[in-house]
Structure formats: C-alpha cells, structure tokens
C-alpha cells in the first residue's frame, strides 16, 4: 500500500472543511457545509412534481357511457395504420381504474396530474347537446385526485377530435376553432370548482404537422402547403378563443397550454452559437409558441411560404395572443445549431447516424434540451411561469425473473434531463413543475402498444401495474428534492 502523502491530505482536509469541491469531498465536509451545497443544487420545496397523460391513450371504454367517435377511433380501426392495428378501445382501461392510478401517483409521491378530457365525452357530435355522464366521470376522478392530495392540471384536447368535427373539415374549418372554444368554456364551467388548471391544447404541431401533414396519426391527410398553413392558424385561433372563453366561465382558473417546444441547442457554449440558437428558438416555433406569445407570425414564417401563408387578421391574431398564466412545454428530444452566414443566421445540425437515442428512434438524447428550451421560452418570449409538461422516453421494457423491472435506460435518460431541468431552475429559469410522460405504459399512438413510456409497467393482457425501477427513481428524487 502506497504511504499516504501527509501534506496532501492535510490540503485536501482542508479544502473540504471549507466547503470546496474536490473528489469524494462530501465525505469529508463540514456537514454544514454539505447541507448548504445540497440545498444549493436542489429543487425549491414548491416545485411540483406529477406524471402526465391523455385520455385515449389511458382511458378504454369508447362505447361507455355516451362518448362519442373520435378520429383515432376511426383511424385506429382503419387497416393499416396503426402497428398490428391496435387500438385504443382499452387501452389500460383506466376509465374504470382510475382509482388504482392514483394510489400509483400516491405511492411515488406525485402532487400534480396532467391528464386530458375526451371532447366526445362532453359533446359526442362534436357540439350541441352535452353529454351529463361525461361530466360526471371526470369530476368524480379530479375530486379523487384531491382526496389524494394531488392537484388536477386538464388538458382540454389530447388529439381526440369528435369524428363529426372532422367530417365537416377539422380544423381546415375555421368553424372548429369556435366549436372547440365552447366546448372549452362549457366544460370549465362546469369543472372549475374542483379544477384550477387548465390547458386548452395538448402539441398543435404534432397534431397538425403529423395528422394533417403527414398522414400519420389521425385524421390521416396529407395537406398541401396552403392548406396546412390555414389548419395551423385555426389551431392557434383555437387555442385563443379556447382561453377567453374558460375565463369567462370559470374567472378563477389559471389557463395555460401544452405544445411541443422545438427545443434548439448552441453547438456548444460560444457567444456566437448561444445567439444563433436564441433566433431559431423564435423562428422554428414561429407558427405556434411564437405567435401564442408575440401575437404575430414571423416575417420569416410569412416570407418561407409566400402565397401559401395563412389568411388571417389583426383580430384574430390578438385573441391568439391572449394573455396566459402559464406555458407549458413538451420536451424529450432537442436540435443542435451553429451560427450561419445566412438570412437566418443559423444552421440546424444534421445528426449523424450513430447519436444515440431511445427506444423510439425520433427521441435523440439531448438532455440540455431540458436547459435551453424553458430559457430561451422565458428569455425570448417573456414567459413568466413554466412547467415542463411532458418529458420521458421509450424503453425495450422487461420483466425480470425477481417480477422486476429494470429500466436502466430511461433512469439514465431521466437523470441526465433533470439535472439540465435543475440548472436552469438554479439561474432563476421561471420552470414551477416537472410532469413527466408517463406514469404508465400506454397506447403510443401509430405505434401501438409496441412502444412503452411509462414508469409503471402495464400487462396489457390483464391489466396488472408493477412500479420499474424509474418511478423508484423518481419517487427518491421527489422525496429528496435533489438528484
């Protein structure tokens, strides 16, 4: 055994005594010291902590209780769109079990939950006569949540769109963006004494960019540029008129929404690339953030398409731009940029085949996403509160001989994002929540059930719910307050 150096330990005693870094100080500082760093590199004792997730992905039961066809019912149903043409007609029949999920969120520790009421719940045409047992099954499971301790955060649509709406153009009708702002203040109305927050819509740009622009979720279309401009406005509009009339019937909600940040990242900390990053965080958000925030598309927008811009007015961009309470932001994957000489300023970088991802290929691992996403929201659009309402990923989930799981993966994947989330928070970036997406396995859409999100794993066959090693994970960073 090698002597120990005297000198050098008594240097590094010292170094630790004080408080400074070094390796393996914390054994060795002052406990004091070390208290005061942990508290330091912790999340503050407000910061809510939840799980997300949306009613047809969860719910099952479509034939119960008056809900009505929605688009991913008929497009579930239609051969060949969806991975061994699976389908969200019970899903993990959470409309049923739902009480058993909260105990799960209870367990972890959870004091939010972001879920989704279905609108063919409420108005099974899409409008004109409400449904009372839609209603009533969602208050019963917000009163549930309460009773838990667990404060209930709706979302108003989570992609299920009334088939009736769709077969009178979706939202290529501007008519849809009223149809969904009333059934938006009606709802409210009726809920708002046992749920605070709300969000009107869940991820515009997928819902318009994938379902409307690539065919691949529902409705299945493929939209030309013009048309699926004018299907962006409409959401966007929707979402305005959505907040103004929730105000209306329920003044003392805090009204917000939940949209897929195109999370950009610096190349790499240089001035020039920070600035870069800062432009196309305004610009690659332009038809949906931005204009939310800034109550103007871009000029930039505006020049790219030329004739095929949007028609709109200075009105309806107002009401787009309505003052929220809060924005929230779904983050799971990010885009590298470098400063270009260009009209732009800025380059999106290619990824090159071998960056790693999850078990979902569109989830690139880019934790500093979780950084500079919510900085420059609050930075570039003013955004005064934040949550981060989805932020998860896919892993090749299975259950170990012990009936264990262990999801080594997405708790490296979680631990990376939130210490990013916890920096950011640290320099003051206005984040007040983390919900992460999922708190269970679920149906993912065209991928089925080929492609599990949750922390609690899912026997589709029986229903049985097992925590992975991930909610462990999470539960332990919820008590702990620090990763």
Same mark, same amino acid.
């Given at each position: 055994?090698?002597?120990?150096?005297?000198?050098?330990?008594?240097?590094?005693?010292?170094?630790?005594?004080?408080?400074?870094?070094?390796?393996?100080?914390?054994?060795?500082?002052?406990?004091?010291?070390?208290?005061?760093?942990?508290? !330091?590199?912790?999340?503050? @004792? *407000?910061?809510?902590?939840?799980? +997300? %997730? =949306?009613?047809?992905?969860?719910?099952? $039961?479509?034939?119960?209780?008056?809900?009505?066809?929605?688009?991913?019912?008929?497009?579930?149903?239609?051969?060949?769109?969806?991975?061994?043409?699976?389908?969200?007609?019970?899903?993990?029949?959470?409309?049923?079990?739902?009480?058993?999920?909260?105990?799960?969120?209870?367990?972890?520790?959870?004091?939010?939950?972001?879920?989704?009421?279905?609108?063919?719940?409420?108005?099974?045409?899409?409008?004109?006569?409400?449904?009372?047992?839609?209603?009533?099954?969602?208050?019963?499971?917000?009163?549930?949540?309460?009773?838990?301790?667990?404060?209930?955060?709706?979302?108003?649509?989570?992609?299920?769109?009334? !088939?009736?709406?769709?077969? @009178? *153009?979706?939202?290529?009708?501007? +008519? %849809? =963006?009223?149809?969904?702002?009333?059934? $938006?203040?009606?709802?409210?109305?009726?809920?708002?004494?046992?749920?605070?927050?709300?969000?009107?819509?869940?991820?515009?740009?997928?819902?318009?960019?994938?379902?409307?622009?690539?065919?691949?979720?529902?409705?299945?279309?493929?939209?030309?540029?013009?048309?699926?401009?004018?299907?962006?406005?409409?959401?966007?509009?929707?979402?305005?008129?959505?907040?103004?009339?929730?105000?209306?019937?329920?003044?003392?909600?805090?009204?917000?929404?939940?949209?897929?940040?195109?999370?950009?990242?610096?190349?790499?900390?240089?001035?020039?690339?920070?600035?870069?990053?800062?432009?196309?965080?305004?610009?690659?958000?332009?038809?949906?953030?931005?204009?939310?925030?800034?109550?103007?598309?871009?000029?930039?927008?505006?020049?790219?398409?030329? $004739?095929?811009?949007?028609?709109?007015?200075?009105?309806?961009?107002?009401?787009?731009?309505?003052?929220?309470?809060?924005?929230?932001?779904?983050?799971?994957?990010?885009?590298?940029?470098?400063?270009?000489?260009?009209?732009?300023?800025?380059?999106?970088?290619?990824?090159?085949?071998?960056?790693?991802?999850?078990?979902?290929?569109?989830?690139?691992?880019?934790?500093?996403?979780?950084?500079?996403?919510?900085?420059?929201?609050?930075?570039?659009?003013?955004?005064?509160?934040?949550?981060?309402?989805?932020?998860?990923?896919?892993?090749?989930?299975?259950?170990?001989?012990?009936?264990?799981?262990?999801?080594?993966?997405?708790?490296?994947?979680?631990?990376?994002?939130?210490?990013?989330?916890?920096?950011?928070?640290?320099?003051?970036?206005?984040?007040?929540?983390?919900?992460?997406?999922?708190?269970?396995?679920?149906?993912?859409?065209?991928?089925?059930?080929?492609?599990?999100?949750?922390?609690?794993?899912?026997?589709?066959?029986?229903?049985?719910?097992?925590?992975?090693?991930?909610?462990?994970?999470?539960?332990?960073?919820?008590?702990?307050?620090?990763?």
């Amino acid at each position: 055994m090698k002597p120990i150096n005297r000198r050098s330990f008594s240097q590094l005693a010292s170094l630790a005594a004080v408080g400074m870094a070094w390796p393996g100080g914390d054994l060795l500082a002052a406990p004091d010291a070390a208290a005061k760093r942990t508290e !330091q590199r912790g999340f503050a @004792k *407000g910061f809510l902590w939840g799980s +997300a %997730t =949306a009613s047809y992905q969860v719910e099952g $039961a479509v034939h119960e209780d008056g809900r009505g066809t929605s688009i991913w019912d008929t497009f579930s149903h239609t051969p060949g769109k969806t991975f061994h043409g699976d389908t969200g007609d019970v899903a993990t029949d959470s409309y049923h079990r739902y009480g058993e999920d909260i105990a799960l969120m209870k367990a972890i520790g959870l004091r939010g939950c972001r879920f989704s009421i279905a609108w063919p719940r409420i108005f099974p045409n899409g409008a004109g006569q409400p449904n009372q047992r839609g209603i009533d099954h969602y208050r019963r499971f917000a009163e549930a949540l309460r009773e838990a301790g667990i404060e209930p955060f709706c979302t108003l649509y989570h992609w299920d769109l009334p !088939q009736v709406q769709q077969d @009178k *153009g979706g939202w290529q009708n501007r +008519a %849809t =963006a009223q149809a969904f702002a009333d059934y $938006a203040g009606y709802t409210a109305g009726k809920l708002g004494d046992v749920i605070e927050n709300w969000m009107t819509m869940n991820e515009m740009r997928s819902f318009i960019e994938i379902g409307y622009g690539r065919g691949e979720h529902a409705p299945g279309l493929k939209l030309g540029r013009k048309d699926l401009a004018q299907a962006r406005h409409h959401a966007v509009l929707g979402h305005g008129l959505a907040v103004q009339a929730i105000r209306a019937a329920a003044p003392g909600a805090k009204v917000g929404s939940a949209e897929s940040c195109d999370s950009v990242i610096p190349a790499f900390n240089a001035a020039e690339h920070i600035a870069a990053a800062r432009k196309a965080f305004v610009e690659e958000n332009a038809a949906y953030l931005t204009v939310m925030h800034t109550g103007r598309y871009t000029e930039g927008y505006l020049a790219k398409l030329g $004739a095929d811009a949007p028609v709109f007015t200075p009105e309806e961009l107002k009401t787009i731009a309505t003052p929220t309470d809060f924005q929230g932001l779904n983050i799971y994957s990010g885009a590298y940029v470098r400063a270009a000489a260009s009209d732009s300023g800025y380059d999106i970088l290619s990824k090159p085949a071998s960056y790693p991802h999850m078990a979902s290929p569109w989830i690139h691992i880019a934790p500093e996403a979780l950084y500079w996403g919510p900085r420059f929201a609050a930075e570039e659009l003013r955004i005064r509160n934040i949550y981060v309402t989805e932020n998860g990923c896919s892993s090749a989930d299975t259950v170990a001989a012990d009936g264990e799981v262990y999801d080594t993966d997405r708790v490296m994947y979680l631990q990376a994002y939130l210490t990013q989330l916890q920096r950011g928070v640290q320099e003051g970036v206005p984040v007040r929540g983390y919900f992460l997406w999922s708190l269970l396995d679920n149906y993912e859409w065209a991928d089925g059930y080929s492609k599990r999100f949750g922390i609690t794993y899912v026997d589709f066959a029986t229903q049985k719910r097992t925590l992975k090693l991930s909610a462990k994970f999470y539960r332990n960073t919820i008590a702990q307050q620090v990763l």
